[in-house]
C-alpha cells in the first residue's frame, strides 16, 4: 500500500474569522480529507492577518500526522512555503512523533520521511499578546497544578469533556473551547486495512492552542509536560521510541522556535517535575477530586461508552497515577479518590510490574526508576504494606529501585533542563514549598 500512494499532500485551507471555522485539506493517493476546526468567538479578536496566516500553516502541517499514517508512504509534499523553523516542527511530528506507530506496525525505526517543501522566511515577529497566559488542560494532575500554579490564567480545551471542565471549574479559571472534527473518511479508510496507531497529540494541541492564542491575544501558552516525558517507552535495533515525544523537551525546544515567529511564548511549566514530585503538590490540593487521568474513560466518552468519566482502574496511565497518589494518601483517601483500590486486585500485579519493566506500556507514564521507587515506598508503609498487589510485587519493586539508587525522596526535587520564564518558576517554586512534605 505505502509504495502506491506517492507522497501525502498538505494542499489547501480555509479560514473565516467571522465564525472562526477553519478548514484543512490533505490528499492522499486518490482520496481528499479535510479536518475542522471551530474555534470558540470569544478568540476571534480582529489579529493581524499575516500571524493568523501563519498560525494555520502550523496547524495545517501537524495535524496531517493523523492522515498520513494511513499509509507513511514517507514523503510529504507541502503546497505552501513555510518558515524553517515550522518545518523543523513538522520533520520532528512525521518521524519521532510517529516512532510509536512504526514500532506498531512493524515499519523501520526511525521512521523516515522526505519533504518536498519551500523554505520561506518568517516576518517580524510580533508583539505577544496582552490577555495573559493559555493554558491547555487535559484534565489531570498536570494541569490542573499549571491551573493553581498560574490562577490568573485562561484553560483551553480541544473537543472538551467533562473532566475538563471540572478540573478549570475547580481551579476558577475561565475555560475556551475548540472543537476539532476529523474527516470521517478517515475511519472508512481505516476499516478498509489503511495503517493505524499513535499520533503526536500534544504536538497537534501545540498549535491548536497557539492558533488560539493568536487570535485571542494570548501570551503565552503554558503546557504542563513532566520531566519523564523524555524517558524513551522502548529501543528497537539503538532507536529510541518514545509514545510522549512531542511532550519531551526537544520537541518543545522546536516548536518554541516555531511559536515565537508568531509572537508567542511557549514553555512547560512542570519541566523539571518528576510525576511524584507533581502528585506531591496536587496531593495537598482540595483539586485532587477533580481530576481524571484516565485514557480508557476519554476514548469511551468519544466513542459512544460510558456517559460519565471516570477511572477505569484497569489501564496502564490509572495503575501509574493511582501508584503515585497511594504515597501520598491514606488507603482511605485514595479510595475516595479514584472510587476504588487496585493494589487489591492481584491480577494486576502484571499490569504494576510493567511500569519499571524495560519495555514500558505505551502510555503517558512516568519514568520506570520512580514507579520503582514508589512501589517499594508502598511495600515499606503501614498503610500499604499489606495489600495484596504490594505483597506480590513489592519486594521486586525494591530490588530494582535499589539498581539506580531510586527513593521517593530523591524524585521530589527539582532538576533537569527547563525553559520556564522566572516569574512563573517562582510561582510554582511557592506552591511545591506549601506542598505537603510528608509521605503517607
Not at 491551573?147 to 480545551?157: F, H, K, R, S, Y
Request: hydrophobic fraction near 45%.
Amino acid at each position: 500500500m505505502r509504495s502506491e500512494t506517492g507522497a501525502f499532500v498538505v494542499a489547501g485551507r480555509s479560514f473565516d474569522p467571522a465564525t472562526g471555522e477553519a478548514a484543512f485539506t490533505y490528499r492522499l493517493g486518490d482520496d481528499e480529507f479535510t479536518e475542522r476546526l471551530t474555534l470558540d468567538r470569544s478568540l476571534l479578536t480582529g489579529s493581524a492577518p499575516e500571524q493568523v496566516e501563519a498560525a494555520l500553516d502550523l496547524v495545517h502541517l501537524v495535524m496531517g500526522t493523523s492522515y498520513y499514517k494511513l499509509a507513511a508512504p514517507g514523503r510529504v509534499t507541502v503546497e505552501r512555503p513555510v518558515t524553517a523553523a515550522q518545518a523543523a516542527v513538522a520533520a520532528a511530528a512525521y518521524t519521532h512523533g510517529l516512532g510509536e506507530f512504526a514500532a506498531v506496525n512493524g515499519l523501520a525505526v526511525p521512521h523516515r520521511v522526505e519533504f518536498d517543501v519551500e523554505i520561506r522566511e518568517p516576518g517580524p515577529a510580533p508583539a505577544g499578546g496582552t490577555r495573559g497566559a493559555l493554558l491547555p488542560v487535559g484534565g489531570g494532575k498536570d494541569s490542573a497544578l499549571a491551573l493553581v500554579v498560574i490562577p490568573d490564567g485562561t484553560a483551553l480545551a480541544v473537543n472538551p469533556t467533562g473532566a475538563q471542565r471540572d478540573v478549570a471549574r475547580a481551579a476558577g479559571a475561565p475555560l475556551v473551547e475548540v472543537r476539532r472534527r476529523l474527516d470521517p473518511l478517515l475511519a472508512e479508510r481505516t476499516a478498509q486495512g489503511g495503517l493505524n496507531g499513535h499520533v503526536p497529540v500534544t504536538a497537534i494541541n501545540s498549535a491548536i492552542s497557539t492558533l488560539a492564542a493568536v487570535l485571542g491575544g494570548y501570551d503565552p501558552v503554558v503546557f504542563a509536560n513532566e520531566r519523564s516525558a523524555d524517558e524513551e517507552t522502548l529501543t528497537i535495533g539503538g532507536a529510541s521510541v518514545n509514545h510522549q515525544y512531542s511532550k519531551s523537551f526537544a520537541f518543545e525546544q522546536l516548536f518554541t522556535a516555531a511559536a515565537a515567529e508568531l509572537g508567542v511564548g511557549y514553555f512547560s511549566l512542570t519541566r523539571q517535575l518528576s510525576e511524584l514530585a507533581t502528585v506531591a503538590a496536587v496531593a495537598a490540593l482540595p483539586l485532587r477530586a477533580d481530576i481524571l487521568s484516565c485514557n480508557r474513560s476519554y476514548t469511551q466518552r468519544h466513542t459512544g461508552g460510558q456517559a460519565e468519566q471516570r477511572w477505569c482502574l484497569h489501564c496502564d496511565k490509572c495503575l501509574f497515577t493511582f501508584l503515585c497518589f497511594a504515597v501520598f494518601l491514606r488507603p482511605a483517601e485514595a479510595v475516595e479518590m479514584f472510587g476504588g483500590n487496585p493494589l487489591d486486585d492481584v491480577s494486576l500485579a502484571d499490569g504494576f510490574r510493567a511500569l519499571w519493566a524495560t519495555e514500558k506500556p505505551f502510555d503517558c507514564v512516568g519514568e520506570r526508576a520512580e514507579s520503582a521507587a514508589a512501589m517499594a515506598h508502598l511495600a515499606a508503609s503501614a498503610s500499604w504494606g499489606n495489600a495484596p498487589v504490594v505483597r506480590a510485587v513489592g519486594a521486586e519493586a525494591a530490588a530494582a529501585a535499589e539498581v539506580t539508587g531510586a527513593t521517593v525522596a530523591r524524585f521530589l526535587a527539582p532538576r533537569g533542563e527547563h525553559a520556564v520564564p522566572a516569574r512563573y518558576l517562582e510561582a510554582l517554586s511557592r506552591v511545591l514549598a506549601g506542598a505537603r512534605s510528608a509521605v503517607a
